[in-house]
């Protein structure tokens, strides 16, 4: 997993487990969180004492209004039609707004980014990199799947200017960014 990612992931079941363990006067805090984070649940990285997990359990019975005792995660889903074996990214999923008992282990992402506009090559991209992310692999750039190489973008470029004795200042200047870019 990269290192930005497992930040991410730490830092928002940081945040998660301290909330459920705050105490304020009146009791816990009321907290709705939604995420599509599902390795936050696969790496453990939330307090397993702080998690609800029984289907039939009513929060308000096991821990009354108010109540400074128990700290706790009631974690729930939102049912969809999703075929959950499909992988594209924008199949045409229709959520169906029922909220259930239970943990995801599937993530609608990339089907939210597809309705909402995204461009689908952003969303095809993303796709590859969940997969890359979900094998332990690292993830390729974008080169290495399309296109000309660094290099071959920066002999295009240098190939494309007449006359490099009246190039002006940022020619140059781009010249040398893409060359550093591009050796890094």
């Known amino acids: 997993m990269h290192r930005i990612s497992l930040f991410l992931l730490k830092s928002q079941s940081s945040i998660i487990n301290y909330l459920a363990k705050k105490r304020l006067k009146t009791g816990r805090p009321r907290v709705v969180l939604t995420t599509h984070f599902l390795e936050i649940f696969r790496f453990n990285l939330l307090e397993a004492e702080l998690i609800v997990d029984q289907p039939n359990l009513q929060a308000k019975d096991e821990f009354p209004e108010g109540s400074?005792?128990?700290?706790?995660?009631?974690?729930?889903?939102?049912?969809?039609?999703?075929?959950?074996?499909?992988?594209?990214?924008t199949?045409?999923?229709?959520?169906l707004y029922e909220m259930r008992h239970g943990i995801s282990s599937h993530s609608?992402?990339?089907?939210?980014?597809?309705?909402?506009?995204?461009?689908?090559?952003?969303?095809?991209r993303?796709?590859?990199?969940?997969?890359?992310?979900?094998?332990?692999?690292?993830?390729?750039?974008?080169?290495?799947?399309?296109?000309?190489?660094?290099?071959?973008?920066?002999?295009?470029?240098?190939?494309?200017?007449?006359?490099?004795?009246?190039?002006?200042?940022?020619?140059?200047?781009?010249?040398l960014t893409m060359a550093r870019v591009g050796t890094q």
């Open 108 to 124: 609608n992402a990339l089907m939210c980014a597809a309705k909402c506009g995204i461009p689908e090559e952003m969303v095809e």
């Open 68 to 89: 400074p005792d128990r700290a706790r995660i009631v974690c729930t889903i939102m049912a969809s039609t999703a075929q959950h074996d499909s992988h594209s990214a």
């Open 126 to 175: 993303a796709q590859k990199v969940m997969d890359y992310v979900k094998r332990g692999e690292p993830i390729p750039t974008r080169q290495m799947f399309e296109g000309p190489s660094p290099e071959e973008q920066l002999s295009a470029f240098f190939a494309s200017i007449d006359d490099w004795h009246a190039a002006g200042d940022d020619i140059v200047s781009k010249f």
């Open 91 to 95: 199949s045409n999923v229709v959520p």
